[in-house]
């Protein structure tokens, strides 16, 4: 039998404004912010690395982007969030990047 890993287990929700406010609150006061890419439109190939998180959150809100991925550090693992909007609300999807 081959020894073949794990695909990292993924979360997935839907983000109101409390919630995105209390998500980027927590980001900025528990984590270590290793990377925030802004994704421009769905099929530009080129996004934009930035390291600002209330700006990338204030383009997310205000629909000038399609939406952010922030890698950051945290509990002693390396996460991978992404933050879409879709059907007129923001999604959260979340991957562990240790594997």
Request: a positive charge; hydrophobic letters at 40%.
């Amino acid at each position: 039998m081959s020894n073949v890993s794990k695909l990292p287990e993924l979360h997935q929700g839907y983000m109101d404004t409390l919630k995105l406010t209390q998500y980027r609150d927590d980001l900025e006061n528990l984590t270590k912010i290793q990377e925030i890419i802004i994704k421009h439109k769905a099929l530009q190939m080129i996004n934009t690395k930035v390291h600002n998180l209330d700006s990338s959150f204030e383009l997310l809100v205000g629909r000038a982007v399609i939406g952010l991925q922030i890698r950051y550090h945290w509990n002693m693992h390396n996460w991978c969030d992404t933050l879409v909007w879709r059907n007129e609300r923001i999604s959260l999807i979340r991957i562990c990047c240790d594997h």
